[in-house]
């Protein structure tokens, strides 16, 4: 593990068994959904690694696996050079101070029970042991760290009583009480009005800067992508089929998923279509169930040829930390 490197994924695996019927029980066959298969990827200590894709393409499923809330079906996740599937209940403790999460829906992850003062007591009780006015003072300095000003009268309200902007600050505010290493995104933005989500983004990039954070971004929002990443994965049907540095993923895109996917971004410029290089695809996603050892994108893919057919492609390095997993990446990449 190099100094720099907080967290490693390799060959990891997550596999769901579906239930197949009688018809599935007596023949034998197992229907098996393949939501993560293989992903291997580093993200370095300060930085945020973005994760991009369709829906469904297993994102926020492996956000799920590096933060120990599901464990993987093959291959380690190491943070800090620990293995986290060996950790012991004293060692998942200490994991769950370094590793937090923002989910996707503000208002979903928040006891409606509860007052914000409550939701935030919690993992500082249980972890720091606070209490008393020690724990109020904590509470109020979060809030107000997270733009919810005066702290102390925002932490007697409950989240029905809170804007959605309001919301994910209070989840922000949670994710990152404990001054974790690593906090994992899962489309934190998305819920939000466009007005807020700038905001958002801001809070998320100084509370970077001053804490040290290391982020997994996970958007489907090709501009968060590249206004908060410093590298990136695309991913597809459970696979990685690219990564590297964000300026040259937008600037060479070598997979053609990954132009489709760049290509298909929506601009506020009705001249901006006919400078968008890719290629533009048709057809469905294809099941993730039971898949066939050959290329994923390949019913979709106008670059298809017949070992597409037969052969899943393996990532080579096209140029210094930028890899990708397509027989033909070289034509492509020739063909400017």
């Known amino acids: 593990m190099s100094a720099t490197e907080l967290l490693r994924l390799e060959n990891v695996e997550r596999r769901f068994v579906l239930g197949g019927g009688l018809g599935g029980l007596l023949s034998g066959h197992r229907r098996v959904l393949h939501a993560v298969d293989g992903v291997s990827l580093t993200v ?6 973005g994760i991009a894709g369709e829906s469904g393409c297993g994102k926020s499923t ?3 696996l590096i933060c120990r809330l599901d464990r993987p079906t093959a291959g380690t996740i190491r943070f800090d050079g ?5 950790l012991d209940r004293r060692g998942l403790r200490r994991l769950y101070r370094d590793v937090q999460m923002v989910f996707q829906d503000p208002m979903a992850s928040l006891n409606p029970r509860k007052t914000v003062g409550a939701i935030l007591a919690r993992p500082l009780r249980l972890q720091e042991g606070l209490r008393g006015a020690a724990l109020a003072g904590r509470i109020e300095r979060l809030l107000e760290e997270v733009d919810l000003r005066p702290g102390g009268e ?34 934190p933005v998305t819920s939000l ?19 040290g954070l290391s982020y997994v971004l996970i958007t489907h929002d090709l501009r968060v992508l590249r206004i908060m990443s410093s590298r990136a994965a ?6 990685v089929m690219e990564t590297g540095p964000t300026r040259a993923l937008f600037a060479r895109r070598l997979h053609p998923y990954t132009q489709a996917l760049f290509a298909a971004e929506m601009v506020p410029d009705p001249d901006a279509a006919r400078h968008t290089r890719g290629v533009l695809v048709t057809g469905e996603v294809a099941s993730a169930i039971n898949p066939a050892p050959a290329c994923r994108f390949r019913e979709r893919c106008p670059f298809r040829q017949a070992r ?25 990449a020739a063909a400017g």
């Open 44 to 49: 370095a200590a300060g930085e945020t690694f």
């Open 62 to 64: 492996l956000a799920r």
């Open 82 to 86: 620990q293995d986290i599937g060996q």
């Open 154 to 187: 925002y932490a007697q309200r409950y989240p029905h009583e809170l804007s959605g902007g309001e919301k994910q600050r209070v989840v922000i505010a949670r994710a990152v009480a404990l001054r974790p290493r690593l906090v994992v995104a899962d489309e």
């Open 193 to 211: 009005d466009m007005s807020i989500r700038g905001k958002i983004l801001t809070l998320m990039r100084e509370l970077q800067a001053r804490h």
């Open 234 to 239: 695309v991913m597809y049907l459970g696979l």
């Open 308 to 332: 597409c057919d037969t052969v899943q492609p393996v990532p080579e390095e096209a140029a210094p930390g930028h890899w990708v997993a397509c027989h033909r990446w070289r034509e492509i």
